[in-house]
C-alpha cells in the first residue's frame, strides 16, 4: 500500500481478474481521474492503470490461444509485476535483457533466459560458480566464440553444465528490398545453425536446450501508424510474406536441432505477432512485454487495441506565452530510429503538441495548441512514451491506480538500485 510519503513498497499485484469494465475508453473522464488519484504525490508521476494492466493481460493470453508466455523484463522492469505475470496461468518464465539482470532475478525465478549474447566476466564468473544459478539461467549465442570466452574463464569439468539457447536470425532477405528486419544474429540460413547447434552439443561442459527466433519486423512494426499510409501498405504486403518464409525456415531449423538435442523450448515473437507466431507448429511460447505497459507505438496495429496502462504526469511550471505552457521534464526519447514516433505522445489534455523547433526537452517542454492556454502553473500534463519499458530508468517507481485510488507503489528496477543497461 502507499505509505504517506508515497515511498516505494513491494506489494504484490492481483492480475488474475480480467478487466471487468474499460475506463480507458472515456479519455474525459479517465485521465482526470488519475490526476486525482495521484495528485499527493510529486511530479514526474508514473502510473501503472490496474483495469488497463489487467485488460492488456488476458488479452495477450487470449491472443496466444494456449501457447505460454516467456515475460520480456526489459518492456517492464518492475519486478512486482513480473512475478505477477509469472503467478498466472500461461505465463512461464523471463526472457532478461542482461546476464546480471538475469542473475538478479533467477534468486527468485526458477526460469531466466538471458535474451542476448554476454561478455560480462564478472557475470559469467559468477554463473558459473553457482550450480543453483547455472540450472535457473541460459545463455544466448550465435557464435562459438561466445562459447570460447566461457571455457576461458572456466573450462568444462570445472563449473556446472551451462544452458544454451541459439538465436537465429529471422529477418526476410526480399528479393526486391533486401534486408527486412533486426541486425541480431549472423545465423540466417538453416545449415549455419544447425552447425553451430552441433558444436555446442558436442562441446563438454555445455547443454543446447533451446532456440530463440525474434521476428522483429512482424513483432515491433505496426501496420497503421497515423500519417504512414505508404509505409502502412509495404507493411501489409510484406509481413504475411516474411511470415510464410520463416515459418518454413525456422520449421527446417528446428528439426536439425532436435536430432543433435532434446530442446526445451523454441521461443518466438513478440507482442504484435503473438498471433502469426502461436500458428507457427515449431514454436512452443512467445515472448511478450511491450503490450502490457503498451507505450504509444502498439497503437499502431490493425489486429490488436492495446489500453493506456503505463504513463507519465508532468507539472506545468512556466508560462512562456498565452498559447504555451511548459512542463518541468519530458525528453523521454525512445530507443530505435530517430524520428516523431519515437517522442512522447500527450494523452492529456488533448490538442497539445510540441513545438517543431525544441520538441520534447531534457529539463522543460514546452507545449502549443487549443488547450495550452487553459493550463495554469501547478496543472497536470499525461504523456505516454513511445516504447514500454524504458521509462522504469527514469523514475523509482510506479503508482498502481485501482478504481480512482493508489492501491500500491511498485519500485521499478533504478527504485530498487540496479541499472542493467
Not at 532475478?105 to 564478472?122: M, N
Not at 562459438?144 to 570445472?158: C, F, K, M, N, V
Not at 516504447?387 to 517507481?397: D, H, I, M
Request: charged share 20%; with cysteine; proline share 7%.
Amino acid at each position: 500500500m502507499t505509505s504517506p510519503t508515497g515511498t516505494a513498497d513491494h506489494g504484490t499485484l492481483d492480475l488474475s481478474v480480467p478487466a471487468g469494465h474499460e475506463p480507458w475508453r472515456n479519455p474525459s473522464a479517465y485521465w482526470p481521474d488519475l490526476s486525482r488519484a495521484v495528485a499527493h504525490l510529486s511530479a514526474p508521476v508514473a502510473v501503472l492503470g490496474l483495469e488497463a494492466l489487467r485488460w492488456n493481460t488476458h488479452d495477450l493470453l487470449r491472443r496466444a490461444g494456449g501457447t505460454p508466455l516467456r515475460v520480456a523484463s526489459k518492456s517492464l522492469r518492475v519486478r512486482g509485476v513480473i512475478n505477477a505475470l509469472l503467478a498466472l496461468p500461461g505465463f512461464r518464465g523471463i526472457l532478461a535483457f542482461t546476464l546480471a539482470e538475469a542473475l538478479w532475478l533467477a534468486e527468485r525465478c526458477d526460469d531466466v533466459v538471458v535474451g542476448y549474447p554476454s561478455t560480462d566476466r564478472a557475470a559469467l564468473a559468477r554463473l558459473l560458480a553457482d550450480h543453483r544459478l547455472a540450472a535457473r539461467v541460459t545463455l544466448m549465442i550465435d557464435d562459438e566464440a561466445q562459447l570460447d570466452l566461457i571455457d576461458s574463464l572456466t573450462p568444462a569439468g570445472r563449473r556446472p553444465e551451462v544452458r544454451i539457447c541459439l538465436d537465429a536470425d529471422a529477418s526476410w532477405r526480399s528479393p526486391l528490398l533486401g534486408f527486412i528486419g533486426t541486425r541480431r544474429s549472423p545465423l540466417h540460413a538453416p545449415a549455419d545453425a544447425v552447425a553451430l547447434g552441433r558444436a555446442v552439443a558436442s562441446r563438454p561442459g555445455f547443454t543446447l536446450v533451446g532456440l530463440m527466433m525474434y521476428e522483429g519486423q512482424i513483432a515491433g512494426v505496426g501496420d497503421a501508424a497515423p500519417r504512414a499510409a505508404a509505409m502502412n501498405a509495404l507493411m501489409r504486403r510484406v509481413q504475411p510474406r516474411s511470415i510464410a518464409e520463416l515459418r518454413q525456415r525456422r520449421g527446417t531449423i528446428v528439426r536439425g536441432l532436435r536430432e543433435l538435442a532434446d530442446l526445451e523450448f523454441v521461443n518466438g515473437g513478440g507482442t504484435g505477432s503473438v498471433e502469426s507466431t502461436a500458428a507457427d507448429p515449431s514454436v512452443t511460447e512467445i515472448t511478450a512485454g511491450s503490450g502490457l505497459f503498451a507505450g504509444h507505438l502498439f497503437d499502431s496495429y490493425r489486429a490488436f487495441s492495446p489500453a493506456p496502462a503505463a504513463a507519465v504526469a508532468l507539472d506545468v511550471v512556466r508560462r512562456p506565452a498565452p498559447a504555451i505552457a511548459t512542463v518541468l521534464g519530458g525528453g523521454w526519447i525512445a530507443s530505435g530510429p530517430p524520428g516523431a514516433n519515437r517522442v512522447p505522445q500527450v494523452a492529456w489534455p488533448r490538442r497539445l503538441k510540441l513545438l517543431p523547433r525544441e520538441g520534447a526537452g531534457e529539463v522543460q517542454t514546452p507545449l502549443a495548441g487549443r488547450s495550452a492556454a487553459g493550463l495554469a502553473v501547478g496543472d497536470r500534463v499525461w504523456f505516454r512514451h513511445a516504447k514500454s519499458g524504458e521509462p522504469a530508468e527514469r523514475v523509482n517507481s510506479f503508482a498502481v491506480v485501482d478504481g480512482g485510488t493508489v492501491t500500491a507503489m511498485l519500485p521499478t528496477y533504478r527504485g530498487e538500485g540496479k541499472a542493467f543497461l
